[in-house]
């Protein structure tokens, strides 16, 4: 997964990204819908509930509109697809950190390569649980599913670390070297090349966190 994109592009890119997922997809489908929950889709991400919007590439699709967002805001996005911009209110604390009106830096690199990130995970989740449905979840921009009491997923970065990562985060944590993260265990992606290295990680994690003891304050 080589990417020579500019790193400040790629965080611009992956802030705006995250902001229209949350303000402009998640937010208006839980007051119409009822529902945050949002899914991987080939080239992009979108609703899973109405209004039916999702991203392609670099554009914000509704019905036959295709409306770039490079240079725009979440509002007049929202507005062109017939919605109110805005997050879902009361059920998260954290977020995008996107407002309404600030322009968004989306560049055509960065989200392709966001997009194969995406892409792999929800490839090497559906392998790993194939009865279950990833979710795309606007609170932390990661797709993710719930196993026997340990989250599996993938981020396209954050604070704990800037670059998309493969996760496993047991509810209670476990012992071993496996597990380095407080929250479980991490691997950036670029170390996971392929669909079925993802799908390798989840499986080790379940079999660990079958077997490793858990971890005691």
């Not at 611009?12 to 997809?25: D, F, I, M, P, Q």
């Not at 509109?65 to 879902?88: I, K, Q, Y």
């Not at 979840?137 to 719930?146: G, I, K, R, V």
């Not at 670059?163 to 407080?182: D, I, K, L, V």
Request: overall charge negative; aromatic content about 8%; charged content about 25%.
């Amino acid at each position: 997964m080589g990417i020579t994109v500019d790193p400040r592009s790629l965080e611009t890119t992956r802030r705006s990204l995250h902001g229209v997922a949350e303000l402009v997809l998640a937010g208006p489908q839980y007051r119409e819908s009822g529902t945050i929950r949002l899914e991987v889709v080939p080239g992009g991400f979108g609703t899973t509930k109405a209004p039916e919007l999702r991203v392609s590439g670099t554009e914000l699709v509704a019905g036959d509109r295709e409306m770039p967002l490079n240079g725009t805001t979440c509002r007049e996005l929202a507005t062109a697809a017939g919605v109110e911009a805005g997050a879902a209110e009361g059920l998260y604390k954290d977020g995008s950190g996107v407002e309404p009106d600030d322009k968004l830096g989306v560049d055509a690199g960065a989200a392709s390569f966001f997009q194969e990130c995406f892409g792999r995970g929800q490839e090497a989740l559906v392998r790993f649980a194939p009865d279950m449905t990833p979710v795309l979840w606007p609170e932390h921009f990661d797709l993710s599913l719930t196993l026997d009491e340990v989250n599996y997923g993938v981020s396209l970065g954050d604070s704990y670390l800037g670059e998309p990562y493969a996760y496993a985060g047991p509810w209670e944590p476990r012992q071993g070297a496996f597990w380095n993260a407080s929250f479980g265990a991490t691997r950036p992606v670029r170390l996971l090349p392929g669909a079925t290295a993802l799908h390798d990680f989840f499986r080790e994690a379940r079999d660990r966190a079958s077997h490793d003891p858990v971890r005691r304050p």
